[in-house]
Structures are given as structure tokens and as C-alpha cells.
């Protein structure tokens, strides 16, 4: 029996944890996410009827609506307890509206609640302190979600017309897109400088040894490039050999070292990536499951506080909570005499949350690994540590310089050391270094006193080259869009995700490169929509979008003027030539795809045809996309791929990646990509089979030739298995990999049959199995961490919708037998005999009445019937026929001249479609008619052959 309280939440693994802290008066059930959104077609947003917004229900959304449906009969109250973040109070708007338009909450209180960790005490504060949906955040959300639509199916359709090959452009995925040409245009112009430093070992009287490193020469202080080359710090050396140095200054002080702030969503991503080698989107998967619970020894807890947040704020019980975990383990002296305070420093942050933090900082990681599968107990493990840090004493370190001189002071030499005296925060975490900075060591220094004489030892000149600045990796790429005001927490995954899917980047040993054709779209966008892809534009954008959420502003007011001035910019392309398109991309990207530094050995423009020596290379565009070809055309036709001679083109860039080996058959494990997919494989690719040999006729016992026998010598194909929906490439390292080869795995046995269950990846993506059931894994659950629990819960719901009657509709009118609705694998549907039909998306099962039934029976047996090229009257025939015996009755024979017209027709109709003529089935009697003629050929064979 339903409570009179409905909680409505997001995930049901939220759903299962929640239930348990609310007493028998609640029912807890699942929206599943966003259950309406924007038609992915023209006119869902209409700017010309001031903006207005046409919403449909999710594909998957009707059954999750009519669970809360059935749930909310007989309720007095609904709580709406989505995500704390702007994306949570949409999903909670979208449900009240949807909810009130279906006349499911007339008469009913309708409230909103937020927790930002799901323990016990949150969600029961939370349901003590209910309050209305936010209409500013949820005109924020409207406002986002307009310019995202609008800008994706308004400068698409250009980009497919003007730049063929193109996918779509998106408002901020372009932006993104952006820095990584950039910064890859920076290191193609990038030129190496040589420079020279010189390091001289010493050792002091009481004989320690140290080095130090020329700072000084004839009284002028050395910058970088002071010595540019071989012969300057040959020359400097020259220098330093005779002298004769001693300590000429030393400088001691002592330094503190502060620990860095709780995590929010980004630097959770960038140390993640840093650490742990998890990419955006395995972290925030990995951080959903720890935040929607857990089950410890029976109990389900949240185990980490909401995981999107621009806050670094923690609350006054974490704060004490931490502070009592650090006294117990590392002592007083390791807590600092006053709370530590942070405040958010990252531009336009909004949240007003806390930082992600455990829901309870003494449960610790060791605690709990039992219950953790392997990522959740790592992440789990840096939050932990990275929270308890960021409330400890500061680390003290005793830093010393020294200056060693010639008796002259013509020469001088420096050498710094730091020794950590308190480790403070030290002791539990260190954060990592920007990526491309080197990292810092410490270096002790002996102890040294001015004037003292030391002895000189080696003298080694070393040369080095500027680096130019490195590719981005997930970590620096979302700091920096961070740092720009580029997008939001709840973004930065899903940002860098459609860039890879839609192959403008790819991703190599953690760096992102711009495709050439992601190149090709940012240059295009630069040259005619420049505004909309400035950094400071976007980041204007965002703060507008802030100021929404604020109420500070008329959501209205910001699409109006956006449009305005975008939708201009657009009609402005509409008499753009490909030839305007063509000399703007190759002005851009010409010394990309044509570099003059990088020489063949022949010394010519690398612009001249190959092929006719005359014509010039430049950017074309077909069809297919982009290409290079010879200005020549039609007279010289050379074309090649739109690609950099002597690299890597886009095949060799998604070609395969090595993970590792396998420790128990020692054979390489990668990660590849086929027609169907990404895929994980065991052992290399089977090598080419040689040709077999000619066969070989053997003598029978009788004197006659037996039949040469084909002897198949097929390699056995490497073990594979398709990497699961959502799981990039990228986050996949050896070990997650070896666990999906490891496939199907034993989850444990069912409480009441005692059968196993197992999880595995088949032909539709991730399942269990118990016994002959199969049930399908839902995108919340993960394959290789679901527990027991769940996959009885899921076989359950499998059980209960296979054991539901199905619907009756009434008797078919003709033959009287029922018609039925049901629901199956791809959706809802209605049964006649054996015929089935899929019910439109677009059509309400519920209001589906009998004759709409029949209509789409009707129309699905046409349509049997003409592929089968049967009238449909003896297709329909035939599946009336099959109720009864559960066969279809035996159809008439054609006449045989009849069938043999038909075939010849078909031969001839594949021979001019260019296939390979059907191998048609003899008839009896031509088979024996064949059979002498056969035996006399079989015997003409081998002197035909000898012939």
C-alpha cells in the first residue's frame, strides 16, 4: 500500500538508500534522471512566439512516470528530491509540470527538498525543511538550455552545408574545442632554443657533497640564455677551472607550506586524472555511486557529499568531525589552533554547497574497502585524505641558499637546499603539480658557514632546449576552463566527452590533439562566427546566466539580445561561396596541412603537385568532407587525406593502444576500435594465413583417387569484449581491462533458488544471469562493481514484468481471437495471433483503443507482405493460422515454371546490381538427369588436368 508521502528522486540507487531512513508513511520512487526534454528537431525552441519551448517525454520516461503514477494514488504530500544543483531543480520543475499537466498532483502538496549528503540526518533535516521549486534557478536552466539548442541547430545546419564532413557545433563544446587548436597551433610554431648551464660539484671540509650551478661570471648576472651554445660554456668552464671558491654568503629561513582546499568538482577531476589516471567522466561516474550509497555490513549510506560543487566551504560538524579524526591518528600538534576557512576563488562559481567531503570523515578508507570496488575505494581514499589535509597544520621547511665565490668575485656559483622540519598536512596529502612543470624535490644541503674553503670536484656543462607548452590533459584543460569561466561543474565531463565522440579531438597517453577536421571546424568558426567563439563572450554569457539565477535579470531579455545579433551572423553565411570558405581555411590552417620546416630531403614547396609538378596543393571540399587536391583539376587528379605528411593520419591515431600484459598468459592486452565500437583484446591480431597447399589426391585401397580434402588451417582468433555504453577508451587502464576480459564474473548466489548469478557483456550490452534468465543492466549500473543486492532487486523487477498478463484490447473482428498490448524488449506493442506491432513513441499506450490497434496490425502485416512479396491477405491468413497449432498453415505450391521465372529474374536482377549470382537449388529431376553427366566430367577431370 502506497504512503502518503511520495519522495521523488533521481537514480534508484538514491531511491533504495533514501527508502531506508524514511519510515512505512514514505514511498521513495526514481524519475530516472531528465524525463522530458527538447525534441532533437527544428522548431523546439520558436524565438519568433518570444521563445517558447515545446518539451516531449523521454523515450524511457512513460514507464517511470506510470510507476509514479500508481505511486502517488491515495498520497497527501510529494517531495521532490532531486540533485542540490541547477540540473536537479530543472529534473524537479520538469516533474511538478509534467505531473500537474496529467491532473496526478490535484489536491496535493507539492514540495521541494535538497540534502547535500545522503545520511540519515540530511535527508530527515532536509524533509523537516521543505520549500517551493526555484523559478529563478529553473529560469536559468530555460535561458541555458535555449541558447544550447539554439546555437547547436542554427549553426549546424551551416557548418554541414559550408563544410562538409562536419558534425555539429555546440555553444561551449566549441569553445573548449578551441583551446586545444590553440595550444596545438602554439607548439607547431614553437621554436626550440639552445641554451647552457654549467653545475660544479663540491665537498665541504667535513666531506659532504653537493653541487652547485653558475649564476655569476665577470661581475653579470647569468640569465637563462646567457650561454647559447657550446662554445659560451666551453668557454665558462675554462673560466671555473683554475679558480679556487669558498663560501662567500649564506641565508637561512623558514617557510610554511599550507595545505590546498577541499575538493570541488574540477580539481576533483584534475587530481583524479593526476593521481589516478581517471578520465572526467570515470571520476564523476565513480563519485555518483559513492554519493548515492553503499551497502557497509547491511547498511546503506552515502558515502561522500554531493559530488557537483563550485564550493570549498565546510560545514561546522566536518570541520570538528576532521579535526577530531586528525588529533586521534596524527597527534595534537597536527591540528591547527583555529579552523581553517577557504572561500571559493574560482571565477563565476555559484554554488552555494559545500566542498565533496566525506559524509563521515571517521570512516575510513581501510574501513571500508571490504564493500568498494576498486575505483570507489581509491576515489574515496583522495577525497578522505585530500578533506582531513586541508584541516591540518601547515608543513614548516628550514630553506637555505648558498653563494660559493672566487677570491676575485668573478665567479659565483648558488646552491639552494630545503630540509621539512614539520611535515603538517604533509603527512597525509601533497597535491600534484600543474602538469608540465617538473617536479619539485627536496635537497638537503650540508652545513656550511661563510668563509669556509671547499674543494671543487666535477664540472659538467649541460645543454637543454625550451620546451614548447604541453598538449592539455583532462586535468589542465578543465582548470583552464575553469579559470576562463567556461562552462560549469556539472559540464566539464560531458564537454570533453562530445568532443571525443564527435572525433575532434582524440586522446593519447592522456593529452588531448585537435583531429584535423576539429581543426577544420574551430578555423571556420573563428573566420565567420568569431564572436561566438571568444573566450570572453562565452564567459559574459555565463555570468548573465548567473545573474538569471540571482533573479537580477529577465531570462527573456538575454535570448532576445543573443538572438538578435546571432541570428544575424548566420544569414550572413547564407551567399558564402565554398571558395570563400576554402581561401579563409587555407589562409588559417595552410602552414598545418603545407609546413615549409619540415623538409623531405628535396628541398622543394611542399605545396607542388607530386603528381604533375605544375599544379599547387590546397584545401578541397567533396561530399565525404574535406580533402587535399591539385589546383589542376580536372587535368591532374591527385587528391590525398586531409593530413600532415609523415604523421600520423586519423586511422593511425584510433589505431591500438597497449594497456599491458597479462600476468597469468603473459600475452598484450589493448584497447582497439572496430565498426561496432571500442573493443578490449587479449593476445596480438592472427597473423595472415600462408596459402594452403595445392590438395593432394590420395590413392584408394581400390586404385581409385579419393577426393583431395581441404585442410583448414585458421588461426584462433584473440580473446575480445565490447567496452560498455559511457565507458571512454581513454579512462581504460590494464586493470580495468583485464576485469572485462574476465567476463561473465560470479556476483554471488541468489537468497532464495541458491543460483548463482552472474554479470556479463553480450551482443545487447551488459546483463545477469540466473539460471535461463537474462536481465539487461540499466546506465546506472556498472558491470563490474554491481553487488548481490542489486542484481536481485533487478532480476526481481525482470520476474514481475514477465509474469504481468498482458493487456486485452477485445477480439479481433474477423477471427474473433484477442488482441493484447504488452510491453517487450523495444517498447510497448500489440499481439494479434503471431503478429506483433510496436506501438508509435508518439502514441499513448494507455489511451490506445482497439481500433488504432487493429490499424497498426493491419499496416504491419502490409508490410510483411511486401517484403516477402506475398499479397496480404495470405500473409494475414497465415498468421491467424499459427494461433491454433502454434504453426503456419502450409501455403500453396507455386507452379514450378512459375517459381523458375522468378528465379531466373532474381539472377539476372543481381548480376546488373553488380552481385554474385544467387546459387540456385536444382530441381529433382534435373539433379538425376545431371548425375551421368557429372560422373563423366569427374572422370575427364585429371587428363584435363594433365592437359
Not at 158 to 187: D, Y
Not at 428 to 439: F, H, K, L, S
Not at 750 to 775: C, D, M, Q, V
Amino acid at each position: 500500500m502506497p504512503g502518503s508521502n511520495v519522495v521523488i528522486v533521481e537514480s534508484p540507487a538514491k531511491a533504495k538508500t533514501i527508502n531506508k531512513y524514511l519510515g512505512d508513511d514514505y514511498t521513495v520512487v526514481a524519475s530516472f534522471g531528465h524525463v522530458r526534454d527538447l525534441p532533437a528537431r527544428d522548431g523546439s525552441v520558436r524565438p519568433d512566439e518570444d521563445f517558447a519551448m515545446e518539451w516531449e517525454l523521454g523515450d524511457r520516461s512513460k514507464r517511470h512516470i506510470d510507476e509514479i503514477a500508481r505511486a502517488l494514488k491515495g498520497a497527501e504530500r510529494v517531495y521532490l528530491a532531486t540533485d542540490p544543483d541547477r540540473e536537479g531543480e530543472a529534473i524537479a520543475w520538469h516533474l511538478s509540470e509534467l505531473l500537474r499537466e496529467k491532473h496526478l498532483t490535484d489536491g496535493l502538496d507539492v514540495q521541494r527538498v535538497t540534502f547535500n549528503e545522503i545520511t540519515k540526518s540530511a535527508v530527515q533535516a532536509a524533509m523537516a525543511a521543505p520549500r517551493a521549486v526555484s523559478q529563478e534557478l529553473v529560469e536559468a536552466y530555460l535561458a541555458r538550455r535555449a541558447l544550447d539548442y539554439l546555437v547547436g541547430f542554427t549553426l549546424s545546419p551551416v557548418l554541414w552545408r559550408k563544410l562538409p564532413g562536419s558534425k555539429s557545433a555546440g555553444r561551449v563544446q566549441s569553445v573548449a574545442l578551441r583551446l586545444v587548436c590553440e595550444r596545438e597551433a602554439e607548439i607547431e610554431v614553437f621554436k626550440p632554443q639552445e641554451y647552457w648551464s654549467i653545475g660544479v660539484g663540491f665537498t665541504t671540509p667535513g666531506g659532504a657533497a653537493f653541487t652547485a650551478q653558475l649564476t655569476q661570471l665577470d661581475g653579470k648576472k647569468l640569465d637563462k640564455f646567457a650561454l647559447p651554445n657550446q662554445q659560451a660554456a666551453e668557454a665558462a668552464v675554462a673560466r671555473i677551472r683554475p679558480q679556487a671558491f669558498a663560501v662567500s654568503k649564506v641565508e637561512r629561513r623558514q617557510a610554511r607550506r599550507n595545505p590546498a582546499p577541499p575538493f570541488t568538482t574540477s580539481t576533483l577531476q584534475q587530481e583524479a586524472s593526476r593521481k589516478l589516471g581517471f578520465g572526467a567522466t570515470r571520476t564523476m561516474r565513480t563519485a555518483q555511486r559513492l554519493y548515492e550509497g553503499v551497502d557497509i555490513g547491511g547498511e546503506t549510506v552515502g558515502l561522500i557529499t554531493y559530488m557537483r560543487t563550485d564550493g570549498v566551504s565546510l560545514s561546522a560538524e566536518a570541520i570538528d568531525s576532521a579535526r577530531a579524526v586528525i588529533g586521534q591518528t596524527w597527534g595534537d600538534r597536527y591540528v591547527p589552533a583555529t579552523p581553517r576557512v577557504y572561500k571559493t576563488a574560482a571565477k563565476n562559481a555559484q554554488e552555494a554547497h559545500e566542498a565533496v567531503r566525506p559524509t563521515d570523515l571517521s570512516r575510513r578508507p581501510e574501513a571500508v574497502a571490504a564493500h568498494l570496488g576498486q575505483d570507489e575505494l581509491r576515489l574515496y581514499e583522495l577525497v578522505w585524505k585530500r578533506t582531513l589535509a586541508s584541516q591540518m597544520e601547515s608543513a614548516v621547511l628550514d630553506q637555505v641558499a648558498v653563494d660559493l665565490a672566487s677570491p676575485s668575485k668573478d665567479v659565483v656559483l648558488h646552491a639552494t637546499g630545503s630540509v621539512v622540519v614539520f611535515d603538517g598536512f604533509l603527512k597525509v596529502y601533497q597535491e600534484d603539480r600543474d602538469e608540465g612543470d617538473d617536479e619539485q624535490k627536496e635537497n638537503r644541503l650540508p652545513n656550511m658557514e661563510e668563509g669556509d674553503a671547499l674543494t671543487r670536484g666535477e664540472i659538467a656543462p649541460e645543454q637543454h632546449f625550451t620546451q614548447p607548452p604541453p598538449r592539455y590533459s583532462e586535468a589542465s584543460l578543465v582548470k583552464k576552463m575553469e579559470e576562463l569561466g567556461i562552462g560549469r561543474p556539472s559540464t566539464y565531463a560531458s564537454i570533453l566527452q562530445v568532443l571525443q565522440d564527435r572525433e575532434y579531438v582524440r586522446i593519447d597517453k592522456r593529452r588531448f590533439y585537435p583531429s584535423d577536421r576539429g581543426r577544420l571546424v574551430t578555423a571556420f568558426l573563428k573566420n565567420f562566427f568569431h564572436r561566438y567563439v571568444e573566450y570572453n563572450f562565452t564567459a559574459e554569457l555565463e555570468n548573465k546566466l548567473d545573474e538569471i539565477s540571482d533573479g537580477r535579470i529577465d531570462w527573456k531579455v538575454v535570448l532576445r539580445d543573443f538572438w538578435k545579433a546571432f541570428h544575424v551572423a548566420v544569414d550572413g553565411t547564407k551567399d558564402l561561396t565554398i571558395t570563400q570558405v576554402l581561401n579563409a581555411l587555407d589562409e588559417e590552417l595552410g602552414s598545418h596541412f603545407f609546413p615549409t620546416d619540415r623538409k623531405d630531403g628535396t628541398g622543394h614547396d611542399p605545396r607542388t603537385c607530386p603528381a604533375c609538378q605544375e599544379g599547387r596543393l590546397g584545401l578541397k571540399l567533396g561530399k565525404m568532407g574535406a580533402f587535399i587536391g591539385c589546383s589542376r583539376y580536372p587535368e591532374c587528379r591527385f587528391t590525398r587525406p586531409l593530413a600532415v605528411p609523415g604523421e600520423e593520419g586519423d586511422e593511425a591515431q584510433e589505431g591500438p593502444r597497449e594497456l599491458g600484459t597479462d600476468p597469468e598468459t603473459g600475452l598484450p592486452v589493448s584497447i582497439r576500435r572496430g565498426p561496432y565500437g571500442a573493443y578490449i583484446q587479449l593476445g596480438p591480431p592472427p597473423a595472415p594465413a600462408e596459402p594452403p597447399p595445392p590438395p593432394v589426391e590420395e590413392p584408394a585401397a581400390d586404385g581409385k583417387k579419393k577426393k583431395a580434402k581441404k585442410v583448414k588451417d585458421e588461426a584462433p582468433k584473440p580473446k575480445r569484449v565490447s567496452l560498455p555504453k559511457g565507458m571512454a577508451p581513454a579512462d581504460v587502464d590494464l586493470d580495468t581491462a583485464l576485469r572485462l576480459l574476465g567476463l561473465p564474473r560470479l556476483i554471488g548466489q541468489h537468497p532464495e533458488t541458491k543460483e548463482e548469478i552472474t554479470a556479463g557483456i553480450g551482443r545487447f550490452g551488459p546483463y545477469l544471469k540466473h539460471g535461463s534468465t537474462y536481465k539487461s543492466l540499466t546506465a546506472d549500473d556498472d558491470v563490474l562493481t554491481i553487488g548481490i543486492n542489486r542484481a536481485v532487486d533487478l532480476l526481481a523487477d525482470a520476474a514481475k514484468k514477465a509474469s504481468a498478463p498482458a493487456k486485452s484490447l477485445g477480439d479481433h473482428p474477423k477471427t474473433g481471437k484477442p488482441i493484447t498490448m504488452g510491453s517487450g524488449r523495444f517498447g510497448p506493442y500489440v499481439k494479434h495471433g503471431s503478429v506483433y506491432a510496436s506501438i508509435p513513441k508518439a502514441t499513448d499506450p494507455e489511451t490506445l483503443g482497439l481500433e488504432q490497434a487493429l490499424e497498426l496490425l493491419e499496416a504491419k502485416v502490409a508490410k510483411d507482405a511486401a517484403k516477402k512479396g506475398k499479397a496480404p491477405k495470405e500473409a494475414e491468413a497465415k498468421a491467424e493460422g499459427s494461433e491454433e497449432t502454434g504453426e503456419a498453415k502450409p501455403a500453396k505450391k507455386a507452379p514450378a515454371k512459375k517459381a523458375t521465372a522468378t528465379k531466373t529474374a532474381a539472377k539476372a536482377a543481381s548480376k546488373e546490381d553488380g552481385d554474385a549470382p544467387v546459387k540456385e537449388k536444382a530441381p529433382a529431376k534435373a539433379k538425376a538427369a545431371a548425375k551421368p553427366k557429372a560422373e563423366k566430367a569427374e572422370k575427364e577431370a585429371p587428363a584435363r588436368k594433365r592437359a
